[in-house]
């Protein structure tokens, strides 16, 4: 089975790491960068390396902001590597094969088109799994699959990312 | 545009947004502005900062002192420390018309508030004195004990005419996030003195280097600091300083860049959400940070295909950007090879260098 | 493809290096246990000087908190960003199969056969009893 991190706290340390926000719509906004740090501190800890059957979905915080996370964390380690020796290919690489994101909120770019290039920032068609967030509504109008998802990857979406992240689905 | 000619190559002239200078010897570059009061001090107490370790940076680094391994002098002393070889080194070869120079450790994030304040204060009279009047190119940063907004409005006041100074100077891990209420008489006296804010990473918050707690590793706290920076610009758009300070410029340095479009596209929907919560916020984030916020460029995120940084810049604005090469820690940004992608002219030049003559009013 | 003479054998001691430039490039000679290599002294990353970089051994761990250190002395790691290239190979530690600092064909020859066999030795006064690192650039 996967093992799932929803977005939210236990609040054990300041949301931030500069400290304690004065607003719901900040403390909200925060889970995003919450999300890039556990993105890192799953693969630099090395927990696919142990596990490597393992699949960690990250719920309810978006997906735009990964490509660029993981363009630093690669980055870094070509030249930190030693610091993590565990970590034997680039983050990128385990990232795509190992963390799946739930579709919303995409916090989409304004265009269809920017949407798009977007995805192919993403450089996998296999990470993100359908989701609507129900009761919550997260979308504006009434489409959960944003313009700028092609048919074919709008069905990968949909069915088989899941099917391939929740083994008994099948 | 000037050109120099090194060899046979032509090299571009760029700006260097965030230069590291360090004092050779503290006793003797730093004590002639530092009281003996405060000279005693530090001999005495050394210098406490906002974390729990009572020496050192929580993390190891990649290289020692940061830097790179060929940036050492050959007269000795730290990297950074040394005019004349940061001239040869860098400055000349790489044809850097504009350095700003950003000191770290030099006072900030120091919980003996009087302390931080004339240790600051001795900084800003040491980078004069040993480094933009003997260099013209280079712009200093003026310092300030940001923790204290009283005497940082001082301090801001007492050298804001001065045209040696080019920004106002934080680090990106303060006590509370920055755009809290504690913080506004700085960005009102930044405004007076017309000098924009930058804020550099790392610091000493006390909080743990991410929100969810200390990482193990060094390679997470440096990435880390992109979501530092983020942090604090959604604390400075949804507590209205932008509103507040329509004349502010911000500038974030040392946190790359490619995470900014996301961070825009979050908060402008978190902002049509929650109007009622934050009334005071009246425009988009995304236009307020469009309209007041620039970000130097290193360490630049490297994407497979690279051409995928364009579409990036092209979200950001090209205007936005500020060259950089954080001179002369491990991860510098070669000048000729930071941006291996074909870009216009235009583009290029407002990339390397217009754009922070533009900013820093230099044109 | 010609060959060049770039140092006396007695220049470059196990565990040592020496930055010579042939035909324009300049090229980082390390002696590994009385084998020679050659690399040119560019990182391909951003281009920094390899020359400058620490000498290391290769720190691997089969599994989270179990290290392992071998091959000591034979990675240069780039004095900038930090990336390993094994100095037998050329090859990255990160991405050995597509990151790879150029390597260059290095061996030792006599003087006499230096002498005889036309190799460029520009700066060199070869004295036939000697032996000489060579270079194919």
Redesign the interface.
Same mark, same amino acid.
């Given at each position: 089975m996967p093992i799932c991190v929803h977005a939210g706290s236990a609040y054990k340390h300041p949301v931030t790491s500069v400290g304690w926000p004065s607003y719901y719509a900040e403390d909200y906004a925060s889970q995003a960068p919450a999300f890039h740090n556990m993105v890192s501190s799953f693969i630099c800890e090395g927990v696919f390396s142990e596990y490597p059957e393992l699949k960690v979905v990250l719920a309810e915080s978006g997906f735009s902001w990964l490509p660029a996370h993981l363009w630093r964390l690669t980055k870094f380690w070509r030249g930190l590597r030693a610091e993590i020796p565990w970590v034997d290919r680039t983050p990128t690489e385990i990232a795509r094969d190992h963390i799946r994101l739930t579709l919303q909120p995409v916090d989409a770019p304004p265009t269809s088109e920017q949407l798009e290039r977007l995805m192919d920032h993403m450089g996998s068609d296999e990470m993100i799994i359908f989701s609507t967030d129900y009761p919550h509504w997260q979308f504006d109008g009434v489409d959960v699959i944003p313009e700028g998802i092609s048919r074919e990857l709008a069905r990968k979406i949909m069915v088989d990312n899941p099917k391939n992240t929740y083994p008994r689905l099948q | 545009m000037d050109r120099v000619t090194t060899g046979q190559k032509i090299k571009l002239a760029i700006a260097d947004c965030d230069i590291h200078p360090t004092p050779k010897s503290v006793p003797v570059e730093i004590y002639p502005y530092l009281s003996k009061r405060w000279q005693d001090y530090m001999e005495t107490y050394g210098i406490i900062y906002r974390q729990g370790f009572p020496t050192g940076p929580a993390f190891p680094k990649?290289?020692p002192n940061a830097a790179?391994? /060929?940036s050492y002098p050959p007269a000795g002393g730290k990297p950074g420390s040394d005019l004349s070889f940061m001239q040869s080194q860098h400055l000349d070869p790489n044809n850097v018309q504009l350095g700003i120079l950003n000191p770290l450790s030099c006072g900030q994030g120091v919980q003996n508030l009087d302390f931080s304040a004339a240790y600051c204060n001795a900084v800003n009279h040491w980078q004069i004195a040993e480094w933009t009047s003997k260099e013209p190119r280079l712009k200093a940063s003026l310092m300030i004990p940001y923790e204290d907004p009283l005497a940082s409005v001082k301090e801001i006041d007492l050298w804001g005419g001065d045209h040696n100074f080019a920004q106002i100077l934080l680090l990106?891990?303060?006590? $509370? =996030? @920055?755009?809290?209420r504690k913080y506004w008489p700085i960005f009102e006296a930044a405004c007076r003195a017309n000098l924009p804010v930058a804020v550099h990473a790392f610091g000493y *918050?006390g &909080? !743990?280097?991410? *929100?969810? *707690?200390w =990482?193990? #590793?060094?390679?997470?706290e440096?990435?880390?600091h992109?979501?530092?920076t983020?942090? @604090?610009l959604?604390?400075m758009v #949804? +507590?209205g300083v932008f509103e507040r300070f329509p004349t502010l410029k911000l500038i974030l340095v040392e946190a *790359?860049f490619?995470?900014l !479009?996301? @961070?825009t596209?979050?908060?402008d929907? @978190?902002?049509n959400r929650?109007r009622k $919560?934050?009334p005071h916020v009246t425009r988009p984030p995304s236009e307020l940070i469009r309209q007041q916020v620039w970000l130097t460029t290193q !360490?630049m +995120? $490297? !994407? +497979?295909p690279r051409e995928?940084l364009l /579409?990036?810049i092209e979200?950001i604005g090209w205007e936005k950007l500020l060259f950089a090469t954080d001179y002369p820690h491990? /991860? #510098? /940004? $070669?000048p000729?090879? &930071?941006l291996p992608i074909r870009v216009g002219k235009e583009q290029k030049e407002a990339f390397f260098l217009q754009n922070a003559l533009e900013l820093y009013g230099l044109k | 493809m010609a060959r060049y003479v770039v140092a006396s054998v007695t220049e470059i001691l196990p565990g040592e290096r020496k930055l010579v430039t042939v035909r324009g490039r300049p090229i980082v000679i390390f002696n590994l246990d009385g084998e020679y290599f050659g690399i040119l002294d560019r990182c391909p990353h951003q281009g920094a000087s390899l020359c400058k970089g620490r000498l290391v051994g290769l720190v691997d761990a089969p599994r989270p908190g179990e290290y392992s250190f071998c091959r000591k002395g034979e990675i240069i790691r780039c004095p900038w960003h930090g990336w390993e290239f094994d100095i037998r190979t050329g090859k990255s530690r990160c991405e050995p199969e597509s990151i790879k600092a150029t390597q260059y064909d290095v061996g030792v020859k006599r003087g006499s056969e230096v002498i005889d066999e036309s190799y460029e030795a520009e700066t060199f006064d070869v004295v036939i009893e000697s032996d000489y690192v060579v270079v194919n650039v």
């Open positions: - | 990649g290289q790179r391994r /060929d990106s891990r303060t006590a $509370e =996030p @920055l755009g809290q *918050g &909080a !743990p280097v991410t *929100g969810g *707690g =990482p193990s #590793f060094y390679i997470e440096m990435v880390g992109a979501e530092n983020q942090s @604090l959604t604390s #949804f +507590e *790359g490619a995470w !479009p996301a @961070l596209w979050r908060l929907k @978190l902002w929650m $919560e934050i !360490p +995120e $490297e !994407p +497979e995928h /579409d990036t979200w491990w /991860d #510098f /940004d $070669e000729s090879r &930071a | -």
